[in-house]
């Protein structure tokens, strides 16, 4: 049973309009979200994170949102440029998991058109 | 900058063969990690090592074993290589237990098993 899902497997976004990647968990013991994007053929990079203490954080273009109640999370890209164009991983780690492990989402396909 | 390094960018092995990937971080990190990633299935953990010599399985183990000898190098075996192995493997670290740190990824191995 996945822990963390994405709904969405793909998004299409017109070039500097809004992108808003949807996330959702369902064990109550996750207490750090993250966000990573990737390339293909080159390994995820970190892109933003947040604390189950604050519903929002932001840095630059890129806001991470955290509803804990619903146990959703989203990320929005503002304005959304082609270079976003990648996939994104949702991940959730938390205390009981050794090692900071990290339970990933099955991505979501973000593809920004000029 | 934190740079894991995997040793092979591709590789070809035949079924039943014994496959060892190797990856290497430089940053003195306690948590090793060993990722597959499917399309739609996102990251799926392996297994992780939080110390030399310790590890733990992840989610799915079955086919693989690990070795942490060095602080810096955690490897992944394939005992007998079947075409179902045929993913991409990705390396991460992260630094210590218990704290919100995000984990670092290296390039990924494009493993083929014919």
């Known amino acids: 049973d996945q822990q963390v899902k994405q709904n969405s497997p793909s998004l299409s976004v017109q070039e500097g309009r809004i992108s808003i990647l949807n996330c959702d968990y369902t064990?109550?013991?996750?207490?750090?979200f993250l966000w990573y994007k990737k390339y293909p053929a080159e390994g995820p990079t970190f892109l933003i994170s947040?604390?189950?203490?604050?519903d929002k954080n932001e840095d630059g273009r890129f806001t991470v949102f955290l509803n804990k109640s619903a146990k959703h999370l989203s990320l929005h890209i503002v304005p959304s440029q082609p270079g976003d164009s990648a996939v994104y991983f949702c991940a959730a780690s938390g205390w009981g998991r050794a090692g900071n492990m990290l339970t990933f989402g099955g991505g979501t396909r973000l593809m920004v058109k000029p | 900058d934190v740079k894991v390094t995997q040793s092979s960018r591709y590789l070809v092995k035949r079924t039943g063969e014994k496959v060892f990937l190797e990856c290497v971080q430089d940053m003195d990190h306690e948590n090793m990690f060993w990722y597959r990633q499917d399309p739609g299935l996102g990251l799926r953990l392996i297994y992780f090592?939080?110390?030399?010599?310790?590890?733990e399985k992840g989610d799915i183990p079955e086919g693989y074993s690990v070795s942490r000898e060095k602080k810096e190098r955690f490897s992944l075996i394939l005992e007998s290589a079947s075409t179902n192995q045929t993913s991409m493997y990705l390396c991460?670290?992260?630094?210590?237990?218990?704290?919100?740190?995000?984990?670092?990824f290296g390039q990924g191995t494009r493993l083929t098993v014919v």
């Open positions: 090592s939080y110390d030399v010599k310790m590890k």
């Open positions: 947040i604390s189950s203490i604050k």
């Open positions: 991460a670290s992260s630094a210590q237990q218990g704290a919100n740190t995000e984990a670092f």
């Open positions: 064990n109550s013991m996750f207490d750090y």
